[in-house]
């Protein structure tokens, strides 16, 4: 197959040598915006002009126009690409204005519930936009060194394109769709007007609901070059899908549409807890993601003695170690997306099964985010055997401040 060197670094070469990034030139150009949206926050009086909202717009705007060409390599993909985010937007629109058919007046008492709602949907639209777009300008694999005449492939072009065609194309389009559907989400929750009846339509929830299944989509088709690898993922996710279907019908079961206790107010210890593990999934899925895509290692920089560029180095030098991280890694993923899920789902929270449903996902996330940074953040398994051990201190002090806590209560309580 000849020598197919990949870089991962800054700059790119191309025919006449090397050259810094073109993504690098491309994006600085609508910085201004972001800039000066920060300039406006200062400001107060501008705000009711709504000078904010119109930067932000702008900024937005520009974002999915750098991402249409730094993630593309023909014009083509760059007109899908932007097809993508008017599609979006053209289906949010008619969801909407057909659910909201007939409504004389908008409900007031559940002001204060949508306007919690929409802050989840920004936090979720902002971790997702971060990790597609720098995802789709970086693909997995790294890059093409040098111009393949026979193929006619060019130098920067991704390595997946040239050695997994099919797979590049499934994780591009996914991690696009999932961009494009969050920058979209963005859009929307800038300006209340809007974003209230979407989120009583619930044209945020589907569009989320279909951002998150794109994301695994990226995920298993990014996160390795081997089919046995993307089927765990499918697997993992069917599985957590299955359960969601079965909380959901005890749920029903128990009664809870009838009560409708999701009027209720919630107490501000569960609010508290819920904004809690909704940051722990979010983080944990941010950094699972990027991890899954760059793997520690890097790649093979050429496909010679029977290695092939753009395959993980720790796969085929530490393959034990290699599938250790990749499953510790993929099941943190899967989990967090899925714990996430719960936590967007008012109507599940105050149920004894929602509860255990959470408690269960914890403790394969957290599990699973450690074995995978013990396995990967080093290349001997006695290094990784001392960082699982760092959990039993941690664990010791933990219990000395709870014993500690508890018995100074009963100190003052007597």
Known sequence: MGTRPVTRSS??????????????????????????????????????????????????????????????????????????????????????????LGNTGENDDDDALVEKKGGRFLLLAILVASITYQAGLTP????????????GHHAGEPVLLYNYPNRYNAFFYCNSVSFMLSVVLILLLVNPTQYKPAIRSHALS???????????????????????????????????????????????????????????????????????????????????????????????????DGHEAG???????????????????????????????????????????CKMAIKATVVPLCLGLLVAYASGSSRQWKTSVYVGTLVVPVLAYVAVHVILSVWRRRSRGA
């Open 11 to 100: 700059e790119r070469p191309t025919r006449g040598g090397t050259r810094p990034s073109t993504t690098a030139t491309r994006c600085p150009s609508w910085h201004p915006s972001s800039l000066l949206a920060i300039l406006l926050v200062q400001k107060p009086f501008l705000h009711e002009h709504h000078a904010l909202q119109a930067a932000m717009i702008l900024d937005l705007l520009g974002l999915i126009g750098a991402y249409a060409i730094g993630s593309c390599r023909d014009q083509v993909s760059t007109m899908y690409a932007v097809g993508l985010a008017g599609a979006a937007v053209v289906y949010v629109v008619v969801h909407v204005s057909y659910f909201t």
């Open 206 to 304: 589907i569009c989320s609901a279909v951002s998150f299944i794109c994301l695994m989509g990226a995920f298993a088709a990014g996160g390795t070059q081997h089919m046995k690898g993307s089927i765990y993922i499918f697997v993992l996710a069917a599985v957590a899908f299955f359960f969601c279907l079965v909380l959901l019908f005890l749920i029903y079961r128990e009664g809870m549409k009838q009560d409708k206790p999701q009027d209720k107010p919630m107490p501000k210890s569960s609010t508290a807890k819920r904004i809690y593990l909704m940051t722990l999934g979010i983080l944990v899925a941010s950094v699972t993601y990027q991890s899954g895509l760059d793997q520690p290692g890097g790649s093979w920089q050429s496909s010679s």
């Open 140 to 151: 997995p694999g790294g890059f093409l060194l040098q111009d393949d005449t026979q193929s």
């Open 311 to 353: 395959n993980p180095v720790m796969h085929d030098n530490r393959r034990q170690r290699y599938l250790t991280f990749f499953y510790a890694n993929s099941t943190s993923f899967v989990a967090s997306i899925y714990l996430i899920s719960l936590l967007l789902l008012r109507m599940v929270w105050r149920s004894k099964w």
